[in-house]
Antibody, heavy 121, light 106 residues
Framework: EVQLVESGGGLVKPGGSLRLSCAAS????????MNWVRQAPGKGLEWVSS????????YYADSVKGRFTISRDNAKNSLYLQMNSLRAEDTAVYYC??????????????WGQGTTVTVSS | IQLTQSPSSLSASVGDRVTITCRAS??????LAWYQQKPGKAPKLLIY???TLQSGVPSRFSGSGSGTDFTLTISSLQPEDFATYYC?????????FGQGTKVEIK
């Protein structure tokens, strides 16, 4: 079964750090670009960051650039998001999602269940 | 690229035909996907490349459009379709989402 499982969320004080992990199974992880998408309480979806299959290409939303770092370990089938200098507005459920690239288009076709990050003093 | 969905919410009955629109601030060819999200759950891919139905998604869902104007249609609304729907552009970075359309029971 194709599956993504996030972990590492929790309560952290403003200015603190947290590292999220996403464990992939059931597919060849090293062949796919991966993403982090977040959703603040009661709000819509916000794309956070993407990383290509070999880590050659990395992209960030302006809202997290310079504070968050996406990485992956293809040997461990794992995706990471290192979050530093956290702010209250980073409070959200964080999802990892797989990118599928097809002849006709691109989409995020597999999503994890999400991990909750709360930034509060 | 900004995506504007309309309406932000709608009330409909089982069996109704429902249409949601997504307008991009600049052309994105057909690099648009639609997702369904139910409360407390992860988003689920419905349609990619603007009009291609993801495997396993019921045929009552359809998508159309290219360039800047896109549509998601549910031909006959079912009880399990009450959810929030998001469009997303994958033409360029940042990979923006629309603000969402909540489909509620009338």
């Amino acid at each position: 079964e194709v599956q993504l499982v996030e972990s590492g969320g929790g309560l952290v004080k403003p200015g603190g750090s947290l590292r999220l992990s996403c464990a992939a199974s059931g597919f060849t992880f090293s062949s796919y670009s991966m993403n982090w998408v977040r959703q603040a309480p009661g709000k819509g979806l916000e794309w956070v960051s993407s990383i290509s299959s070999s880590s050659s290409y990395i992209y960030y939303a302006d809202s997290v650039k310079g504070r968050f770092t996406i990485s992956r370990d293809n040997a461990k089938n794992s995706l990471y998001l290192q979050m530093n200098s956290l702010r209250a507005e980073d409070t959200a459920v964080y999802y990892c999602a797989r990118t599928i690239t097809m002849v006709r288009g691109v989409a995020m076709d597999v999503w994890g269940q999400g991990t909750t990050v709360t930034v509060s003093s | 690229i900004q995506l504007t969905q309309s309406p932000s919410s709608l009330s409909a009955s089982v069996g109704d035909r429902v249409t949601i629109t997504c307008r991009a601030s600049q052309g994105i060819s057909s690099y648009l996907a639609w997702y369904q999200q139910k409360p407390g759950k992860a988003p689920k891919l419905l349609i990619y490349a603007a009009s291609t139905l993801q495997s396993g998604v019921p045929s009552r869902f359809s998508g159309s459009g290219s360039g800047t104007d896109f549509t998601l249609t549910i031909s006959s609304l079912q009880p399990e379709d009450f959810a929030t729907y998001y469009c997303q552009q994958l033409n360029s970075y940042p990979r923006t989402f629309g603000q969402g359309t909540k489909v509620e029971i009338k």
